[in-house]
DNA sequence: TAGATTGTTAATCGATTAACAATC
DNA sequence: TAGATTGTTAATCGATTAACAATC
């Protein structure tokens, strides 16, 4: 009982099976932004060492990574970008549209709906609760469409019916926990949780966080060491 | 990540030479917020076992993360939480004020302005700014204060007139460069970055990047893992 | 003492890096 | 060919885990 039940799952597997190492996963998404910049930008072929320093990686971790998909690159020349993002975006799901419910349609929410980023990576909004009474019935813009707010109490059946595959959290610490089990219940198996919580969820259900407040203070523990470093080199502005 | 091997002699300040090593650190805020919790609901211990299930990792990495901060627990009983939640404080620099100044006044920027889970934890917003004309001059409430969205122009005496230690940008992609050397240019040397872009700045400015996109795509990946394999393996509940 | 739980060790696992042979 | 750059190797580094001696 002491064990929380997302750690057992994964001991017993040899694992021979050709995964993608989470490390490497967490980069594909950053290279494939840089490959469509690079696209609209009308480059054609990039070399590793190009394609790292606008990644901000190392370019032997860039070749690794990529290595990993596949041997896409060729030798004295670099890798087709188009080819590359289009590789990318395949491993990664992207070539296929996601639909996702966003619950909450506070601030952030509502900023959510409303961020480009979604729809231009195949992801589609097909819904939006919340459970405020004054918010229920209000209209977002989301690109050319509008979105109205629905009742908390149908979020079963928006997720039933639109057969989504991403459930994204954004209400108050207190609720997120209960909406979490109604998302899972109603046939969700990814989470992304912006409320400043730990989920508990079943096996099989993936969870992602995003904790503005975790990452504003890891940038204050490193503010204050370097407040008591004696500065050496580093600062040119 | 420059390492000083000095020895300040301090008979309580644990053997901190080489540094918390980046995972721990990460994860200390989440330690932090479940303390925070507990002291609420008015539990005086936790086992390091308790603890571990609330926080969503296993119990060794957990001791062994606390056990970098020092010696603070009691074998037989378990942590103070009272006591670990101020250590763990003081480790991460909450035991002072930060000042933050968030650069736009979007939908996301009013969001962070108004997202609780800043104040609390000891950051003071100290500015808002944008450079759009129907924007600036209005007011966005914090609490009980209310911020006044000042002029794009008014970003680098803002900073200096504050003493502000952290910016975070909010601006579409096209404009966070610029945002960016503008804030290290009057002195800033923490950055929070929701752009989706990768910032380019100088040696010694640290940047911390949150992307939704990023998340999702993370996401989309697993969910088609998934669909992938006949879960023959990899689940047993 | 007897039971509980930490702090630490040593083994393992995974990720990063430098180097270079392969090859365009 | 000569120069450029990938894909892969092997070494290193860092993080995780299981186990248990220390000790409350």
Redesign the pocket.
């Known amino acids: 009982m002491s064990l929380s039940r997302r750690?057992l799952g994964k001991?017993l597997t040899p694992?021979v099976g050709r995964g993608i190492?989470?490390?490497?996963v967490a980069r594909l998404p950053i290279y494939g932004r840089v490959l469509t910049s690079l696209i609209t930008a009308g480059n054609s072929t990039?070399?590793?060492?190009h394609?790292a320093a606008l990644c901000g990686?190392?370019?032997?971790?860039l070749?690794?990574?990529?290595?990993l998909l596949?041997?896409?690159?060729?030798?004295?020349?670099?890798?087709d970008v188009g080819f590359l993002s289009a590789q990318i975006d395949r491993e990664l799901g992207l070539s296929r549209p996601w639909r996702v419910v966003i619950v909450g349609a506070g601030n952030l929410g509502r900023a959510l709906v409303s961020y480009r980023g979604f729809e231009s990576r195949g992801f589609e909004i097909v819904g939006l609760v919340d459970s405020h009474p004054d918010v229920v019935g209000t209209r977002v813009t989301v690109g050319a469409r509008e979105l109205l707010v629905l009742p908390s109490a149908s979020l079963e059946a928006l997720v039933r019916q639109s057969h989504a595959h991403i459930g994204v959290i954004v209400t108050p610490a207190e609720s997120a926990q209960a909406v979490a089990e109604r998302l899972v219940a109603a046939g969700i198996r990814s989470i992304l949780n912006f409320a400043p919580v730990v989920l508990t969820v079943p096996v099989g259900v993936e969870v992602r966080k995003v904790d503005f407040g975790v990452e504003l203070q890891i940038l204050a523990f490193h503010e204050q060491r370097r407040g008591e470093e004696p500065m050496s080199q580093a600062m040119h502005a």
Do not use: M
């Open positions: 750690t001991a694992d190492p989470d490390a490497t990039v070399s590793s060492d394609l990686v190392s370019p032997a971790k070749r690794k990574d990529l290595s596949g041997s896409y690159g060729t030798r004295g020349v670099g890798y």
